[in-house]
Structure formats: C-alpha cells, structure tokens
C-alpha cells in the first residue's frame, strides 16, 4: 500500500524524525501544569455548583414544571452530536481510504471519546436523585427512548475507546522504545498497552482487520445513538419536536459541531505541539470542504424542519415558530441560524478562506452556534404546553439558567478538554506507525 | 343508563313540542263512525294484564299510574285514565285517538297491533266506575278464579322457593302458602316477576306476567348467554307481587348458568406503553439481538487482538 518503499537507511532517517516530532510533546509541555490548573480550578468551581444542588435538590436550577429539560439537556445532545466526528472521520473518510485523514483520525477520535464519556455523565448531572441511576437499569422500559440512548452512548463509547486503543499498540511500543526514562506508572502503560508488538506481518493484519471490523461496526451504533438522541423529543407530541426528520436532522448537525470541534484541535495541536509537517494547510483545506459539505446538507435540513411547519402554521405550531422567529428567541435563532452556521458555510465555500487563522475562528463560531442550536431544540418548545397549567407561577414561562446551571456546564466542557489533554499527554495524537507507513517507512522497522 | 339519558332528552323536546303543538285545547273530535266501534277481543285475565304491561310500556311515562293523576305536566296534560272524563269516553274513541294521535299524544297505528291496543282498553276500563256497563266486563270475578288470591289477601304467610330445572334451564318458582289446617299448600294464582342481578338495576326474565299454577309453580326460561362473574355466576331472583307490591315475597338464587366473565386486563398484555415485563418481542428481540451483534463483535476483536503477541508457529 506504501507509496515509494525507502531505503533502509532513509527509513531509519524518516522514521527517526517522525518519532522526534510527534514525541517531543510527551516530555516537552510548556504552560501545561498551567493547564491543568485550570482545569482543576473549573472542576473545583464545578464541584461545589454540583454539591449545592446534591444538597438542594434541582431547585437550584432554572428547570420548572413547563421547562423541565434546560441548559443540561442541551448540553447532553451538543456532547452526543459533537462525539460523533469519530465515526465520520476515521470509519466513513477511513473506509472511503481517503489518505489525508491519516494524522487527523486519532484526533477526531480523541473527541468522540472525550464526549461521549462527558455525555453520559451530564446526563447523571441532570438527575434530581442520581443515586437511583441504578433504577435505569433495574426498571427501564425496553419501549422507552431512555433505555436505549444509555445503552447506545455507552456501546459507543466502548466502541470508540477500542478504535483509539488498538492503533496505540505500535505506538505504546515506539514510546516504551524511545522514551525510556518516563515515570514508572507511564511505563506501565505502555508495557500493558503494546502487547508484545514485533511488527510482524501477521500483527499488522490483526490490528488492520480488527480496525476494520469496528470502523463498520461503529458507523450503526453512531447513527443509532444520535438518532435515538433525536427520538428522546421526537417521539412526543410536542409542537416543535413532533417531526419525522429530527433523526438525519440531528445527526447531520453532529457533523458540523463535530467538524468544527476537529479543525480547532487541529489548529491547536499544529501550533501547539509544533506538528506543522504533519497538519499541513492541505489538511485545513480538505476538513473546511468537509465542512461545508456537512454545514450544507444540516442548512438543507433545517429548511425542511423549520420552513415547512412554518408554511403550514397550525396553530400548536404558530406559537413555537413565532417566538422562535420573530419573538423572544428570535436574536439568538438567527444567530446561529445566520452567523453561526450560514455565514461560516458561505465564507468557507471559498478556498482563500480555508486558511488554518480564519477556519479556526469561523469553527469557533461554528461550535458556538452549534451548542446554542442545542439549546433553541430543547428549550422554548416546553413553554408552550397543550395543556397549560391554570394559574401557572411567572417563574414557569421564562427560563433563565442559573449560575449552578452555568457552572454546571462549563464543568463537563473542561472534562472533555481534560481527557483530550490527558490522552495528548500520555500517547502522539497522531498513529505514528501510519505515518511513518505513508512516508515509505519499511513496516518491519516500526516497533 | 341509556333509558335514563333517553328520557333527559326527550322530556324537554316532549314538553316544548306539547307547547308548540299542542295550543289547541278544542276538544278531540272522534267521527261518529269510529265512536260505535265495539271492542272486538274478548276480556280475559290475560288480555288484562297483557293490556297492563302494554300500558306500562307504552302509555305510562305520559299518563301516568291510572287514578294517581301523575301524568306529565304537558299542555294540554295526558288524561288520567281512570278519571270519569277519560272513562266517559267509548272504546272506539280511545281507539280512535291511539291510532291517530294528535300534538305530543303520538300516533300508535303503526306502533302496537289492533289486537292490543284493543287489550290495552281493556285494561283501562277496569279503572272505570261503570264496571258492570256493556264495554267494561268482570274482571275481577275472573281474577277471583284463582284460590290463591283470597288467602293471600287474608295474611297468610306465603313462602317461596325459587331452583332451577337443569334438563331445559327452567328457572321455577314454588310458592306455598300455609292451608287451613296448617299444612303447606300449593299458592295459585300469585303474580310471579323474575329477574338477574345486573349492575345496575335487575334486568326482567321472561315476557309478560307469570302467575303460579295449581302446583304453585311459575317458570320462565333462563337464557343461555347471559354474562355472569368471572365464575359465570348469576344471581337470581323471583319476586311473588302481593298485595299490589307491598307484601312481596322472594328468594334469589346462585346460579353458573352465565358465560363467564373473562376480564380483559389490558396492562397484562404486550404494548408499546406497558411496563417492561410486557414489551413488544419484538423490541425485546430487537434490543438483545442488536446488543449480542455489537457487543459480541467487539468481544471478537478483542480477543483476536489480545493474541496478537503470540509467535505464529
């Protein structure tokens, strides 16, 4: 499959540098205990917004009878959707043998790994009496979109802790090679992690064909976990989520938060980790077009979810879509409708834009509007019951999340970067073997 | 329930139609013709109570109960039937005036036979003074032909005794009243109603009026589908109407002589909305079946992958 065998005196030279560069980050971290720190101190933040409301009870948020799923929910469907980049890039792009996804896939896998682990456990966060997860479990409904949506993130999150371990099994073994004077504990895991790796043939074929399997088997269960996301709303009655196209609707949304999600890692780990031989503009390029490509089939289907109900306006529906319009979401709906997802998609159309400087502010806007979208599906369709309480308290009819809620989901987001960092700091973001594959590295030499 | 609903909204419409109607109080005129129509069914007891029962269902919920003067406040109102203004009527007025029917009075013609509109005179006329005149007969020198009704009349104690016939699923009734002499004998004579116990109310067996024989018994057929408990139990009863009803007599019985009851208990079956020990198969199937496919992939490949250190031989 290699492209020009080298030498093996070029090899050696090739893959020496290679291992160099994607190395270099593992023992060179400058301002990361500052990371850290960062981290920590949102997670201690965090941590005293969750023990309030453990002792308080769910008062403490913005959630009322009318508006029961708030910021947490939204938050939950914005980690579900932006997880699901794993799968796109390195099973749909991977078993296309689209070549550039090479050093961007552990990446992209890094993402759906993070965020589908942080999705489950907003979800606990939203539970007024965490201590009866078990009940889930124990009593759950087969017929219920709950029983399967845990089911599916966490088959999903297995599937995708497996597809980010088994192309580190060269890689522990590079690592274990090179950097022999890690801490104890970090060698560890390499030891247990490379599995003997020899570079034989035979080993190759076991971790291609494995990878394989799994980059089709995941591509189901990462439609599936969106789309049963999508069914947690869309099999009510509710005006706004009754809808037949929430499914697609969702899951192309999910590429577009989670494309963005991938070119801001991409533009950090390229300055960052100084990996600019590695992520090149080429790369920058190719995953704006992706965007776009996947920014334009969600603008196609948010014509269809929000303009045709609109055409028709039944009355349930006319209450929904006014406020959405033209009434109390109206600013942040045609924000991210407008500047968050239109404008970017237009701008990145052209090549001159897919830059890595604009792409990554345009994806920042991108992710923004994406998590804002989030919020507008949730949210102002639980004000407008069928069946309105009478006398309902004024608190009902508005929901302004609280500071608990805030901090609340600001904790998970420095969860997720928290993983990404982790895992950064402990493996190369990008397969070293691979890489050195593509250069013409002999395969026999990688271990 | 349905009757009760009927009657709720029929009572307005009858009241507001007698108004509308009805103004015209000028008096009924009968052409001379119909007036001499002579009754053409001979009286009998039995004409009589058929007359009766026809009356209750027919006439009854306007007249009212014939000398109470009960009938409904209509205008013009619905003529007592005993009254002398009523009774002064000939045979073939009444007739006249049930086949024809004028305002909220309906027209009969087509809605009870010649035979026992005619049955239903008869009836009435047993509330008219002039019993001995040519129209009324002796209806109660006929009813005196049965022996039971002076001793019931007289306070004896009347016992009954109600038990089924399984050959044919005759429900019988034995009444037996005490004898001059103190032993038990035979009471004949004695209207007998036989009824189910339904939820509401007691629905009636058989058609007409029953009244003991010689033997003292009254039977009526039970009908073989009727819906009992869960065990096809029915409760029966048979009532003996003494004394116009206040001195009654009666016994019930338990019977499985009804379909049984299969109650339909609709959160024990399969269904999207149920609990989880009652979900569709195929979800349950769907579910596990996906979930072994996955999981069991996964387990494949990381077993595979686990070998990989070993050296191939």
């Known amino acids: ?447 | 329930m349905k009757t009760i609903f009927q009657l709720f909204v029929a009572l307005p419409l009858l009241w507001t139609a007698s108004h509308v109607m009805g103004q015209t109080t000028t008096p009924w005129q009968v052409p001379a013709a119909k007036k001499t129509v002579k009754n053409p069914v001979a009286a009998s007891a039995a004409v009589v109570e058929k007359g009766k029962s026809l009356y209750n269902t027919h006439c009854k919920s306007c007249h009212g109960d014939p000398g109470k003067n009960n009938g409904l406040p209509l205008q013009p109102k619905p003529t007592d039937p005993a009254s002398a203004q009523y009774q002064a009527q000939t045979d073939g007025e009444m007739f006249y005036k049930m086949m024809t029917g004028r305002g909220a009075m309906p027209k009969f013609a087509d809605v009870i036979s010649e035979t026992d509109k005619w049955s239903i005179i008869h009836y009435v006329r047993t509330f008219g003074k002039k019993k001995s005149s040519a129209d009324a007969i002796e209806v109660e020198a006929d009813t005196l032909a049965m022996p039971a009704s002076t001793l019931l009349q007289a306070g004896v104690p009347i016992q009954l005794n109600l038990h089924i016939r399984e050959r044919d699923t005759m429900l019988i009734a034995t009444l037996t009243t005490v004898g001059a002499s103190g032993e038990p004998v035979p009471a004949a004579g004695v209207e007998v109603a036989f009824f189910v116990k339904r939820y509401f109310g007691d629905l009636p067996l058989g058609e007409g009026v029953q009244r003991t024989d010689v033997n003292g018994w009254a039977a009526v057929e039970l009908p073989v589908n009727l819906p009992g408990d869960t065990a096809g139990m029915l409760t029966l009863i048979a009532k003996a109407i003494i004394n116009d009803g206040i001195d009654n007599v009666s016994d019930t019985l338990q019977a499985a002589f009804g379909k049984p009851l299969v109650m339909r208990n609709i959160t024990e079956e399969r269904s999207l909305w149920g609990r989880a020990r009652v979900a569709p198969l195929y979800i349950i199937i769907t579910f596990f079946g996906a979930l072994l496919i996955v999981w069991g992939t996964m387990g494949y490949v990381v077993m595979n992958v686990l070998k990989i250190n070993r050296q191939e031989a």
């Open chain 1, 1 to 447: 499959m290699s492209v020009n065998k080298l030498s093996p005196e070029e090899s050696r030279s090739v893959l020496n540098k290679i291992e160099t560069d994607l190395l270099r980050p593992l023992t060179h971290h400058k301002g990361f205990e500052l990371w850290i720190l960062f981290l920590a101190l949102v997670f201690i933040v965090g941590g005293y917004a969750y023990f309030i409301q453990l002792r308080d009870g769910l008062g403490v948020t913005a959630m009322r009878d009318y508006t029961s799923w708030g910021m947490y929910i939204g938050n939950f469907v914005f980690f579900v959707a932006t997880s699901l980049i794993g799968m796109f890039i390195s099973s749909v792009l991977g078993l296309l043998k689209i070549k550039w996804i090479t050093p961007i896939s552990r990446i992209a896998e890094m993402i759906a790994l993070a965020f589908a682990m942080w999705a489950g456990i907003v979800i606990v966060i939203d539970m007024g009496r965490p201590d009866r997860l078990l009940n889930v479990f124990l009593h759950g409904r087969f017929q219920s979109p709950i029983v399967w949506d845990v089911t599916v993130v966490t088959t999903y999150v297995a599937i995708s802790t497996l597809l980010l371990l088994l192309p580190l099994i060269p890689d522990a073994a590079i690592v274990r090679r090179r950097l022999p004077d890690l801490p104890k504990w970090q060698m560890k895991i390499y030891d247990l992690l490379h599995l003997g790796w020899e570079a034989r043939p035979d080993q190759y074929q076991t971790i291609r064909r494995s990878m394989r399997i799994l980059a089709i088997l995941i591509i189901p269960v990462a439609l599936s976990i969106h789309t049963v996301t999508s069914w947690l709303f869309a099999a009510t009655l509710r005006a706004g989520w009754d809808s037949t196209i929430f499914g697609p609707y969702f899951v192309s949304g999910a590429f577009v938060a989670g494309a963005a999600a991938v070119i801001i890692a991409m533009y950090f780990f390229r300055y960052n980790y100084k990996l600019g031989d590695y992520i090149t503009d080429f790369h920058f390029n190719r995953m704006g077009q992706v965007l776009v490509l996947v920014s334009a089939v969600y603008i196609y289907f948010n014509l269809n979810e929000y303009f045709v109900p609109a055409y028709k306006m039944r009355t349930a529906e006319q209450l929904h879509l006014h406020e959405m319009f033209q009434g109390h979401w109206a600013f942040l709906f045609w924000f991210t409708q407008i500047g968050c997802l239109a404008i970017p998609t237009l701008l990145l159309i052209f090549k001159r834009m897919r830059k890595p400087g604009i792409m990554l502010w345009l994806s920042v806007l991108v992710l923004i509007g994406a998590w804002f979208k989030r919020l507008l599906i949730v949210v102002p369709v639980q004000q407008h019951p069928y069946l309105p309480i009478q006398n309902v308290p004024e608190s009902f009819h508005h929901y302004v999340p609280t500071g608990i809620e805030i901090m609340l989901t600001f904790l998970p987001i420095a969860g997720v970067l928290l993983i990404i960092t982790i895992i950064a700091k402990l493996f190369p973001v990008m397969p070293v073997w691979e890489i050195a594959h593509e250069k013409g590295v002999d395969e026999s030499m990688i271990k």
